[in-house]
């Protein structure tokens, strides 16, 4: 049975069996110094699980027999184990003050343990230097004792503190010796520790992906030893807003709030890293409940620098929910000051907030100090944090109306931020990544604006649009098991979809989809980019490039700037520059007439169909086009609107409705396609899938222009083979149900024999069909993101090598889409671009209003 120091290593290694153990221990009636040592084994398991009323009631316990016992080494550690269990409850003051007896009392090891112990609650105060100061003491006693478990936990806690100062080198020392120790010794707990420890080491050197393979890996090992470990949430949280994914970061803490005890101090911070994700996710009013909450909760534990960390949260909420007033200001200025005294992390977006506001209010003396340290803390961060510290002197530069010096910081912040982008593997974390880059792509486009030039218009919306389209990064390592998931996901649903329809409960089914949703999520975004940084300019092209290659083609860029709309049209190297409207309004004319097309999808037109569509149409035009409209001269149209407008249906413009056009993420991209050489591929892939009246009939008179196609009907439909044969094809059609998924877009499915096609499926091949026609409902939904990007099925079928992409943006009529499909096919096969296909198929429907309502929901994508 294990006793002593053997017990309480056993705590932080295996703690499970350390209780079990310690029971045994007690329940054998071990004399007061043995029994000592098993409560404060109990103590230190309990408070590692959050249990801390139970681990208080312990460590008491172990320290009245420690002093019966009269054993002063073991009264010592146990004090220090008192302390910090006090410290972790939130009654900080009463742990301190047991602590610094704990260091008081003790001598030579105990003092190194003791220190170490005091170190770790110091730190966790904020009071940084205090602790660093005292490992810098208990590193070397604990080393000249040969206690080589408590010295690889007192560089574990120094690795820490550390990272904290932005110290990655002394960090990483630290931590790979305490490594080596943790192996060495067989502390499996703290050893996984280690591999958590990594996690930051990652984020400081801008690599997420890594960062988030090394939660991954420390949750398994902590699963394994049956561990709670909440810094784990903590910090699993901070690489998913650092990656702009904070809506699931916030539910991630609001669960593990809930799951925390009252008063303790991992719920104050949970409640902290809540509100940091709600303020990211554009939800000021839950971060200000959030960060209330956190705020006085840190300063009932004497956490000042917690609390004033949670104070710059609640300020910068009430900044986003509009207030301007002047508490706010004044409280922006006091705590972006107060944060740099503390060396917070939060201090460079701070002085940000402070800098914006005094710009605001015409102090431009405080707005230059804010904004000059804003950008020296974002310079010298890590890489995501780059681009904001070049919008820092932008801003700076824009307040003194030195418009050269704020467009210079803008494109070096947009480099940053693109460099940043290519580093990531996951098309999801790519598209989240272009939110760096917005503002700065935002300031450019103002003074376009302001100036009248359009040309400066398209070159700063052309330099930050659909970055995360590049050609695509290396696919996960764990392909192996990525694919098995995926293939138990479809499983699940076949299994969900008999349930509900037989009237079965889908509860448990339910969880397992969500645990596969999640799994997959992680594998792919643990994926690294194959490109070198640096690599993303060489992806596009130059504005002035699109210009000169026009080829015949009228180019319509729409571009948001504050809420407006504006056109830039481009023909023959000349450029025009309009105001359309509102964007909200533009929104909204999308909605109507796309709610028209599916009420005429469902096959009963009402009297005066064509004439409704034909209003519906002119209404949409004002909207989205305005005056741009009459520039509209008969030549094909390249159309690149903002991600917001990406699901109009484009054929409904009474301009276009006789013209071929396609749509585009970016000029630049559209230009890519068509640089590429003739595609040397001739396979032609033609899928059917279940329950579509009339496909099949469809299919056959496809596949009758094609030379040797393959044709996958019926059972052979299945998703392996699918994708066996669409990868590497010339030309793909599927006909299938589709269902977009605005919760997670790349869930986005259509279906086959076997059940759902995921989007993700379609991200494992190794290339994507040059030309690919999707016959199915919706399947040319995506969702809007930041900098203009596109989630969905585009995100991944581009960057793996589709050029053309046939889709429609609200459910259509199956029996409609048949001959129109038809019509589509000979006009590709005639080597016409999409779009221009796509034209002379809408033709031969008019006077036939559900023929032509089925037409008009089909745009052409890509080139």
Not at 89 to 103: F, K
Request: proline share 5%; hydrophobic share 50%; charged share 25%.
């Amino acid at each position: 049975m294990p006793e002593g120091e053997e017990l309480l290593r056993l705590a932080l290694s295996r703690p499970a069996d350390a209780l079990a153990a310690a029971d045994r221990l007690i329940a054998a009636g071990a004399e007061p110094g043995r029994a000592a040592v098993a409560h404060q084994a109990r103590a230190i398991v309990l408070r590692d699980a959050g249990r801390f009323p139970d681990a208080l009631e312990q460590a008491r316990l172990a320290l009245r027999l420690a002093r019966s016992a009269r054993d002063a080494g073991r009264v010592a550690d146990v004090q220090g184990t008192l302390g910090a269990t006090l410290a972790l409850a939130g009654r900080t003051a009463a742990g301190l003050a047991a602590l610094d007896a704990a260091v008081a009392a003790g001598t030579g090891l105990a003092a190194g343990r003791a220190r170490l112990r005091r170190a770790g609650v110091l730190a966790a105060l904020g009071r940084r230097e205090e602790a660093l100061a005292d490992l810098d003491r208990a590193i070397p006693l604990l080393h000249r004792h040969g206690d080589l478990v408590w010295e690889a936990r007192a560089r574990s806690n120094r690795f820490g503190v550390y990272v904290t100062f932005g110290d990655a080198a002394r960090a990483e020392r630290d931590l790979a010796i305490a490594e080596r120790l943790f192996a060495r010794t067989g502390q499996e707990l703290e050893l996984a520790f280690t591999v958590h420890n990594r996690a930051e080491l990652a984020v400081l050197a801008g690599d997420l992906p890594a960062a988030l393979a090394r939660l991954d890996e420390a949750e398994e090992r902590y699963t394994r030893l049956g561990a709670t470990v909440s810094d784990l949430v903590f910090d699993r949280c901070r690489v998913l807003v650092a990656a702009g994914l904070a809506a699931e970061a916030l539910a991630l803490a609001d669960a593990g709030v809930t799951r925390l005890p009252e008063r303790s101090a991992d719920r104050a911070e949970m409640l902290f890293f809540a509100a940091r994700a709600a303020q990211a996710a554009g939800r000021p009013a839950d971060a200000a409940e959030r960060a209330r909450a956190a705020r006085d909760l840190f300063k009932a534990q004497h956490r000042q620098w917690w609390a004033a960390r949670a104070a710059f949260v609640l300020v910068q909420s009430r900044h986003d929910a509009g207030r301007r007033d002047g508490r706010t200001v004044a409280d922006a200025a006091r705590i972006a000051d107060r944060l740099d005294a503390l060396h917070a992390e939060e201090a460079g977006a701070a002085h940000m907030l402070a800098g914006r506001l005094a710009a605001h209010g015409g102090r431009l003396a405080e707005a230059d100090r804010h904004l000059a340290r804003a950008a020296r803390l974002g310079l010298r961060g890590p890489p995501y944090g780059l681009a904001a510290g070049w919008l820092a002197n932008a801003l700076r530069a824009d307040a003194h109306g030195r418009t050269a010096a704020a467009l210079s910081a803008c494109r070096r912040g947009l480099a940053a931020a693109a460099e940043h982008q290519q580093r990531l593997g996951a098309v999801e974390l790519r598209i989240h990544a272009a939110a760096h880059g917005t503002e700065l792509a935002a300031i450019g486009q103002r003074h376009a604006v302001r100036r009248d030039d359009a040309r400066m218009l398209l070159r700063w919306s052309e330099r930050w649009r659909a970055g995360a389209l590049a050609p695509a990064p290396l696919r996960p390592a764990d392909e192996p098991e990525l694919a098995a998931d995926l293939t138990a996901l479809r499983q699940i649903m076949n299994r969900i979809d008999r349930a509900r329809a037989s009237g079965a409960g889908t509860g448990s089914l339910e969880h397992d989809r969500r645990r596969l949703e999640a799994a997959i999520r992680a594998r792919t975004r643990r994926a690294a980019a194959q490109r070198r940084a640096g690599d993303a300019a060489a992806a596009g092209a130059r504005p002035d490039d699109v210009l000169g290659r026009l080829d015949g083609h009228l180019l319509v860029e729409l571009v948001a700037v504050d809420g407006t709309l504006f056109a830039v049209t481009a023909r023959d190297g000349r450029t025009r520059l309009h105001e359309v409207g509102p964007v909200a309004a533009a929104v909204r004319e999308v909605e109507l007439a796309r709610f028209l097309l599916r009420r005429l999808a469902r096959g009963r037109p009402p009297r005066g169909s064509e004439d409704l569509l034909e209003r519906a149409g002119e209404c949409l035009q004002r909207a989205v086009l305005g005056p741009a409209a009459a520039d509209v001269d008969g030549r094909p149209v390249v159309i690149a609107p903002p991600s917001p407008l990406h699901a109009v249906p484009w054929g409904m413009l009474p301009a276009l409705r006789r013209l071929p056009w396609c749509v585009a993420p970016s000029a630049a991209l559209w230009l890519r396609a068509r640089r590429l050489p003739p595609d040397p591929r001739r396979r032609t892939v033609i899928v059917v899938g279940p329950g579509l009246a009339g496909t099949r009939a469809e299919a056959a008179r496809i596949a009758e222009g094609y030379r040797r196609p393959v044709v996958l009907d019926g059972a052979s439909a299945t998703a392996p083979r699918v994708l066996a044969a669409v990868d590497g094809a010339a030309t793909a059609h599927i006909a299938a149900h589709g269902v977009f998924r605005a919760d997670n877009p790349l869930f986005s499915s259509l279906r086959l024999a076997d059940g759902e096609l995921t989007v993700y499926d379609l991200g494992r091949l190794r290339r994507a069909p040059r030309r690919l026609v999707l016959s199915s409902c919706e399947s040319g939904m995506v969702a809007a993101m930041p900098g203009d990007e596109l989630l969905g099925m585009i995100s991944v079928l581009v960057p793996l090598g589709t050029t053309s992409l046939l889709a429609s943006v609200v459910p259509v009529n199956d029996a409609a889409t048949a001959p129109l499909m038809v019509r589509v096919h000979a006009g590709l096969r005639n080597g016409e671009p999409g779009g221009q296909a796509l034209a002379e198929a809408r033709a031969g429907t008019d006077g036939e209003p559900v023929a032509l309502a089925t037409a008009l929901a089909f745009v052409a994508l890509g080139h």
